[in-house]
């Protein structure tokens, strides 16, 4: 049996119809940049988000890059990452000429340690960033008060999290302003590159679509030195017409993940771990393996597709090297970097292929 780490084919096939009209939709009117349809994605997305202003922008890193400069974070600013998570996180301080700090994650759930954020602060500590990686929230409580007490800025990294929950909230509603990707591998994801920031506040919203579009509040007026970033019609129509699926979706990854932590039963595994009050949407089911080069040759010999996140952590990563890391500083982020592996999740699969997988973890 085949089952690939990844398939667009069956949510393709269920939304074919719906995605077709978009592109007509928009082909129709001619309109390509900044009109209709972008706006009803971002009225729609922050109402399914829970917050007020939501601004498309042309990635996930834009997203955040935009956040960032919106708030006014830049060269001397330090802003706390976790030592676990995609380099964007990281990228995006670089990008607004800020240091990356990096905070050791929880190895049961991937997500960055709370309880060693405090240790990370310094005087030049402007914001957390907290990252809800795989799919899966945060501890944003804590995170929230260490904020509130240091005067530090928070915002969400949900690139991989559209819908995820902590004590029943969704993720990005938390912070000063969230970052999403909405590229094509993504719960919701584009068929293309997209992205979108999220605030309550206005004064925020407006700088960061400012920002966003060369810096300018209107044509040609420019207040700041801006970028060219915004989420275009056709990529906006193709999103709002899968976003009222979204939950759907979600809860068959959520099902899918329920049967693998139920079925997979082999001491060389360690499943992932899930916290009270918090209700993942399983982006990515992460799985550990203190042998995961045999367990990965393993599964790909039997058909099954398999993923690394991440295998080199960002800050052995040869762009980083001049923060002055070396193997051993980050001890949690290695281990999670070597030991990882990632197996078939997605909107679709069928119930053969997950006892297929199931079967052959539990005979390896």
Wanted: with cysteine; glycine share 8%; aromatic share 10%.
């Amino acid at each position: 049996m085949n089952v690939p780490f990844v398939s667009f084919l069956p949510m393709e096939q269920e939304l074919n119809s719906e995605l077709r009209a978009a592109f007509e939709r928009v082909f129709t009117r001619s309109w390509y940049i900044e009109g209709v349809e972008d706006e009803a994605f971002e009225k729609a997305f922050a109402e399914y988000c829970g917050t007020k202003y939501c601004i498309g922008v042309g990635n996930g890193l834009d997203a955040l890059v935009m956040a960032l400069k919106a708030l006014g974070i830049g060269i001397g600013d330090e802003v706390i990452v976790p030592s676990n998570t995609y380099i964007a996180t990281a990228l995006a301080v670089t990008y607004v000429g800020a240091t990356p700090v990096f905070v050791e994650p929880d190895i049961r759930t991937f997500n960055i340690d709370s309880s060693k954020i405090e240790a990370a602060i310094t005087d030049k500590t402007k914001a957390i960033m907290p990252v809800h990686l795989y799919g899966q929230a945060c501890d944003m409580n804590p995170i929230m008060e260490i904020a509130k007490n240091h005067n530090l800025f928070v915002v969400e990294d949900c690139a991989q999290a559209h819908g995820a929950t902590y004590k029943g909230k969704k993720v990005g509603t938390f912070g000063d302003a969230a970052g999403f990707s909405f590229y094509p591998g993504k719960n919701l994801g584009a068929l293309g590159d997209a992205g979108a920031t999220l605030t309550n506040n206005k004064e925020l919203a407006d700088k960061i679509r400012a920002y966003g579009n060369y810096g300018s509040d209107y044509k040609y007026h420019h207040i700041y030195k801006g970028n060219n970033s915004r989420l275009d019609e056709m990529q906006a129509a193709f999103l709002a017409a899968k976003l009222p699926h979204l939950e759907k979706m979600n809860d068959e990854r959520r099902r899918i993940a329920e049967l693998y932590l139920n079925g997979i039963k082999n001491e060389k595994v360690v499943l992932p771990y899930v916290p009270e009050d918090m209700t993942p949407v399983w982006h990515i089911f992460a799985i550990r393996c203190k042998v995961r080069a045999e367990l990965e040759k393993y599964l790909n010999d039997k058909g099954i597709g398999t993923n690394k996140h991440y295998p080199i952590p960002m800050h052995l990563q040869e762009c980083y090297k001049d923060l002055g890391f070396k193997e051993g500083d980050f001890p949690i982020a290695e281990e999670i970097s070597s030991t990882e592996l990632s197996i078939p999740m997605y909107y679709g699969m069928a119930d053969e292929q997950i006892q297929y997988v199931i079967n052959c973890i539990n005979e390896f």
